[in-house]
């Protein structure tokens, strides 16, 4: 008796050390792989840096750490943006190793508040520096630009000289986290991805991320008068089953066709006119809600 009595406590003792876990919190600065690339380009004759960047940076990066990971291949073309300005890369260089401390701080503390509404077990955030291909991008985006690159994982590039970068760390993280969420609670059932797909998808993650901070001013979702939002949504409603990425990007990011950040503007307005009316005002209730469901119940539903 006393056996069985030893072995039912200790099987609840394990249960409960399980569950009263506290999540796993990882800040990996992935910048040495960058730093190499500056001192090869150095002893470089073919002047060919896009190939060094590919090898020395780009593939190695990859392979280490997002080849399991949901989208690998976004996360691959994405790391693919070569940083050919060296005396800007550089200077964020310089800036992420100074401010390495506050950064995790930053973080860990963003995800401790993400996962007061949202669960995860497990977070990875990498750190890197932002391709001097995206420089108005950055400024725009204040610093910061965020990656989701799977259930667990998620890529920031940090430009310390950017004003404003500090606030919008925690935002940018709280934005991720979203996606991070939704993909290990949705993301093996996908069958399509879809233009309207993609707009509720970076809606719900502004929507969240501006119930955790919504002091911090983000551009993109206020990109559009409602004048223009509303000739975007009569240009592109009729293409909402549309599953071509490319086009996809056009709405989402701007092109000579579409306005810049149109399809962040009219996500988010989407998502917030749709979970204004809910009475589910928790994260974890509305998360998971498919894209036509929010669609069905927003300003845009009879248009």
């Not at 073919?46 to 080849?67: A, E, G, H, S, W």
């Not at 995790?104 to 993400?114: S, V």
């Not at 509305?286 to 669609?295: A, G, I």
């Given at each position: 008796?006393?056996?069985?009595?030893l072995?039912?406590?200790?099987?609840?003792?394990?249960?409960?050390?399980?569950?009263?876990?506290?999540?796993?919190?990882?800040?990996?600065?992935?910048?040495?792989?960058?730093?190499?690339?500056?001192?090869?380009?150095?002893?470089?004759?073919?002047?060919?840096?896009?190939?060094?960047?590919?090898?020395?940076?780009?593939?190695?990066i990859?392979?280490?750490?997002?080849?399991?990971?949901?989208?690998?291949?976004?996360?691959?073309?994405?790391?693919?943006?070569?940083?050919?300005?060296?005396?800007?890369?550089?200077?964020?260089?310089?800036?992420?190793?100074?401010?390495?401390?506050?950064?995790?701080?930053?973080?860990?503390?963003?995800?401790?508040?993400?996962?007061?509404?949202?669960?995860?077990?497990?977070?990875?955030?990498?750190?890197?520096?932002?391709?001097?291909?995206?420089k108005?991008?950055?400024?725009?985006?204040?610093?910061?630009?965020?990656?989701t690159?799977?259930?667990?994982?998620?890529?920031?590039?940090?430009?310390?000289?950017?004003?404003?970068?500090?606030?919008?760390?925690?935002?940018?993280?709280?934005?991720?986290?979203?996606?991070?969420?939704?993909?290990?609670?949705?993301?093996?059932?996908?069958?399509?991805?879809?233009?309207?797909?993609?707009?509720?998808?970076?809606?719900?993650?502004?929507?969240?991320?501006?119930?955790?901070?919504?002091?911090?001013?983000?551009?993109?979702?206020?990109?559009?008068?409602?004048?223009?939002?509303?000739?975007?949504?009569?240009?592109?409603?009729?293409?909402?089953?549309?599953?071509?990425?490319?086009?996809?990007?056009?709405?989402?990011f701007?092109?000579?066709?579409?306005?810049?950040?149109?399809?962040?503007?009219?996500?988010?307005?989407?998502?917030?006119?749709?979970?204004?009316?809910?009475?589910?005002?928790?994260?974890?209730?509305?998360v998971?809600?498919?894209?036509?469901?929010?669609?069905?119940?927003?300003?845009?539903?009879?248009?």
């Amino acid at each position: 008796m006393k056996t069985l009595i030893l072995i039912i406590t200790t099987f609840i003792l394990g249960l409960l050390k399980t569950y009263s876990q506290e999540p796993s919190y990882d800040v990996v600065f992935a910048i040495s792989y960058y730093t190499q690339y500056i001192s090869e380009i150095k002893k470089d004759t073919t002047n060919n840096y896009k190939k060094l960047f590919l090898d020395i940076v780009r593939t190695p990066i990859f392979q280490r750490f997002f080849m399991q990971s949901e989208y690998a291949s976004f996360v691959y073309e994405d790391l693919a943006r070569p940083s050919l300005d060296i005396p800007h890369l550089k200077k964020t260089l310089v800036g992420i190793n100074s401010n390495k401390k506050e950064i995790e701080k930053i973080i860990k503390k963003a995800l401790n508040k993400c996962n007061q509404h949202l669960k995860s077990d497990k977070v990875t955030i990498y750190v890197i520096p932002p391709s001097s291909e995206l420089k108005t991008m950055m400024g725009t985006m204040q610093g910061i630009l965020g990656f989701t690159a799977g259930s667990k994982q998620i890529i920031i590039s940090i430009d310390t000289s950017i004003e404003g970068w500090k606030k919008m760390l925690p935002y940018a993280i709280a934005h991720e986290y979203n996606h991070m969420y939704w993909t290990k609670e949705n993301f093996a059932k996908l069958t399509q991805w879809t233009l309207l797909d993609y707009l509720v998808f970076e809606g719900r993650g502004d929507y969240f991320a501006k119930l955790l901070y919504p002091k911090v001013n983000t551009p993109w979702t206020a990109s559009l008068t409602p004048e223009e939002k509303q000739k975007l949504w009569i240009d592109i409603q009729p293409h909402l089953d549309n599953q071509d990425f490319s086009f996809q990007a056009e709405v989402m990011f701007g092109s000579q066709r579409f306005p810049a950040w149109g399809g962040y503007a009219l996500g988010y307005d989407i998502v917030q006119s749709s979970l204004s009316k809910d009475k589910s005002t928790f994260p974890n209730a509305w998360v998971n809600y498919n894209s036509q469901k929010l669609l069905n119940s927003s300003d845009y539903k009879n248009e």
